[in-house]
């Protein structure tokens, strides 16, 4: 069966620097998002994307944070200079096969912690 | 705004009694509601969406729009339900995101 996968599962990083985690969606989907989750917080919603471009994304998506499709297969997050508060479990997730299914794919997460 | 309670953050029950996971939501136009779960050391994975009505490893859930609510059920609870579980709303136009609920930790004790 199809799986979203995510790399790297665990990154750690000086508060600064600048951090991408990539994910694979499953292949013929046309919807991406990544969320996050602050440990011990609720998962909250960071991006979406469909057709090459951001359709959504909430107030957490500030300047600092990136996303971008390079080559048909992977979607990266990209986090400019991290903060601490960033530090979170990443999910990425993908779906929509068809009109507004509903069923998104996550994949396992990417926690980042920021020193 | 769109919101989803999950007033519970904890929940324990013995196997074989009943449970009960509660949800209520905020949104004033028609909602898609689900239900994901996330077992230990797992991925988030859907359980099951109102829209289709289905039963799945015996849990059930209805939309109530009067109560705006989607509570989870099951009438037996079984040791390997021990796990998070996390209400979801999405709303057409919403760019098929999900909001979801803080979560609620179902413990199943033998």
């Known amino acids: 069966e199809p799986e979203v996968t995510q790399t790297p599962s665990h990154q750690v990083t000086q508060m600064g620097q600048e951090v991408i985690l990539r994910c694979v969606p499953i292949s013929n989907h046309l919807y991406f998002y990544w969320y996050r989750q602050i440990l011990g917080q609720k998962v909250e919603f960071l991006v979406s994307f469909y057709n090459n471009e951001i359709s959504e994304k909430s107030e957490i998506f500030d300047d600092q944070f990136s996303v971008e499709r390079p080559d048909g297969s992977n979607f990266t997050l990209k986090i400019r200079s991290t903060k601490l508060e960033d530090s979170a479990m990443y999910f990425c997730?993908?779906?929509?096969?068809?009109?507004?299914?509903?069923?998104?794919?996550f994949g396992e997460g990417s926690r980042l912690t920021v020193l | 705004a769109q919101r989803v309670t999950q007033p519970e953050k904890l929940l324990s029950v013995f196997k074989g009694a009943p449970v009960e996971l509660k949800c209520n939501y905020s949104?004033?136009?028609?909602?898609?509601l689900f239900w994901y779960v996330q077992y230990s050391r797992q991925r988030l994975q859907l359980l099951l969406r109102h829209i289709s009505r289905e039963s799945i490893k015996g849990f059930t859930a209805d939309l109530n729009k009067g109560e705006t609510s989607f509570h989870l059920k099951k009438p037996f609870a079984q040791e390997e339900d021990s796990a998070m579980y996390y209400c979801a709303l999405s709303w057409q136009g919403g760019s098929e995101k999900l909001v979801f609920g803080k979560g609620t930790k179902l413990t199943v004790n033998p």
């Open positions: 997730a993908s779906g929509g096969l068809a009109a507004n299914t509903g069923e998104l794919f």
């Open positions: 949104y004033s136009g028609s909602p898609e």
